[in-house]
């Protein structure tokens, strides 16, 4: 290849560099701006509390955006069956790895479920399969309580969501009081 060839070959991909830059700083901008609105918007639906809920809906919006950006910029640049290969290929993976991760993925939907659950808090005596107690934490995969015998157990969301039964602080008391 001569020095005349290689420039010429510059010239031609000029135009698809210069779009591909001008794409990626605009789809930077722009996914900056939505994971901007969409933590405030998180922020204001989450107490301070579950912080984690609304960092892991950000992650997981982010990563979406840039593998889509990703698979476009492929496709400026004249890549475009690569594009395609590789959605079709991460959809797979993504089905494999959702399998392989789906008691994880059913502890975390129970535990956002848990965490927005106005009748289950910390604090609150519990029955939930296979314990009695007070609720310590709820987690996003975990809920930990103390038990009557002050162990601390801890219970995946998806088991607690399931079934639980809340008792009530007057039922309690008097059950306690006659048993004396």
Known sequence: MTISEFVLNIAEAAPKILAALVFVTLA?????????????????????????????????????????????????????????????AAGFIALGV??????????????????????????????SDPVTGTVTAIELRKTRFESDDGDTVVVANRDVEKKWTKYDEAVTTTASVQQS
């Open 98 to 127: 959702s399998y392989a991760l789906s008691n994880m993925i059913a502890d975390t939907v129970a535990g956002v479920y848990l965490l927005r659950d106005p009748d289950f808090n910390p604090g609150d005596r519990v029955k």
């Open 28 to 88: 930077y901008v722009t996914i900056r701006v939505i994971l901007y609105i969409l933590r405030g918007v998180l922020d204001g639906l989450y107490p301070d509390e579950q912080d984690l809920v609304v960092d892991l809906g950000v992650a997981i919006a982010g990563v979406f955006l840039w593998f889509g950006v990703a698979l476009t910029l492929l496709n400026i640049v004249g890549m475009g069956e690569i594009a395609a290969s590789l959605g079709t």
